[in-house]
């Protein structure tokens, strides 16, 4: 019986994203941007749609811009914001422990001449909202740090650190990558103080390919691509509407039992930590308070990828870190206080409310099975 334990890396679409995109492409799959019958009947959807989602983040639909996912998003949230407020302040600051598609944003920004201020956690893994507000001054446009850090679940204090920035800046642009957080935890960007959010569709049991921008009304953003008139001209192109509309079904959907679901995930959450601690040689990476969906832990003495082999032959499917990185370390465990070695060794466990203690149990045997076959006979 295959065993789950990668929702971080991506989640298996609903039935109710599902049903809507298979409706759009049967039935109302006309462009949205034409005149006719069939393209207004897909606009109207593609609208629904954006409601659906804004609903979700507490904003108005016309903050909304589709993207291809989540990427797309931040390169637009971040090269666009400072593109378009960066010309005399050209500070913007992050942190050392972001997604790799906003270190690869900044990472162009600073190819380009602007001043990237890399913010890392202290001595203990732990990210200080007072460390973020002071490597901020006149000289800076943006500001942006992700809400749940996707490799150990570590909850970052946004709405503390973007409070402090506004009440001394009330300029500077914050924008915050909330992809592992929305759906899971409560996210609203007023109240995060983000004058830009980002979030994925892939995460909360939609189709990989559709994202969205939360755009404060009156921030200014350059497009990164120009062409027509569509998403108000930030992000021209033909929309996917068989995708967005997945995606806001899949929203739509799930709204109404993010508590109940976090805290089912929290128990499951639980039980593996009590189950790992039962195993010699066993490194919780993941702070207690952190995500209830993520759990990041090291095997000492097993590299990662052999222990993904062989629990892959065993149809237990976690990952070894971001999936981004495709096997490679992306050296965010380091910064989180995680030495070499167990960074090495690290697995990454990310649960789903459909997930069991049995598939807990599966897991941890397994492990122990992976303990006595490789290691002992060393």
């Known amino acids: 019986m295959t065993i ?32 006719h019958r069939f393209g207004l009947e897909a606009q109207l959807r593609m609208e629904q749609a954006r409601k659906q989602i804004a609903a979700a983040l507490g904003c108005e639909s016309a903050s909304i811009t589709f993207t291809s996912g989540a990427t797309e998003s931040n ?11 960066g010309k005399r302040k050209r500070r ?24 990237v ?41 946004v709405q503390q650190a973007f409070a402090q920035i506004k009440r001394t800046y009330p300029q500077i642009i914050t924008h915050c990558d909330a992809v592992q957080g929305f759906m899971k935890l409560p996210v609203n960007p007023v109240k995060l103080n983000a004058d830009l959010l980002t979030i994925s569709g892939h995460k909360v049991y939609a189709c990989k390919g559709v994202g969205a921008l939360y755009h404060k009304k009156g921030v200014r953003l350059i497009p990164l ?27 739509n959907e799930l709204r109404g039992t993010i508590a109940e679901r976090a805290e089912y995930v ?40 052999t222990m993904l082999h062989f629990l892959s032959d065993r149809e237990i499917y976690v990952s070894s870190g971001s999936a981004c990185s495709k096997g490679k370390q992306s ?34 045997t397994a492990l122990k099975e992976a303990q006595e076959q490789l290691v002992h006979k060393r």
Do not use: W
């Open 331 to 364: 050296g965010v465990l380091q910064q989180f206080g995680v030495t070499q070695d167990l960074a090495d060794s690290t697995l990454r466990v990310s649960f789903h409310a459909e997930n069991t203690d049995a598939d807990i149990t599966a897991l941890c």
């Open 266 to 305: 929290s128990s499951l959450r639980s039980e593996c930590v009590r189950q790992l601690s039962d195993l010699e040689g066993v490194a919780i990476n993941s702070p207690e308070n952190g995500s209830p969906y993520i759990l990041s832990f090291s095997v000492k003495g097993l590299r990662s990828e």
């Open 75 to 85: 390169h637009l949230a971040i090269r666009g914001a400072a593109y378009a407020y």
């Open 117 to 157: 201020i890399r913010v890392a956690p202290d001595a203990d893994g732990v990210l200080h909202a007072e460390d973020i507000a002071a490597a901020v001054d006149d000289a800076t446009c943006l500001v942006s740090m992700m809400l749940v850090n996707n490799e150990v679940g570590a909850i970052l204090p």
């Open 92 to 115: 913007v600051v992050t942190t050392t422990v972001e997604h790799a598609s906003v270190k690869g944003a900044f990472d162009l920004l600073e190819t380009e001449g602007y001043e």
């Open 4 to 35: 789950y334990l990668d929702s971080a890396a991506t989640s298996r679409p609903g039935e109710a994203c599902l049903n809507a995109m298979c409706e759009m492409m049967r039935e109302t799959y006309g462009n949205p941007s034409s005149l």
């Open 225 to 251: 691509m120009k062409g027509g008139e569509q998403e108000g001209t930030i992000r021209p192109g033909t929309e996917s509407v068989p995708l967005i509309v997945g995606f806001g079904a899949a929203v």
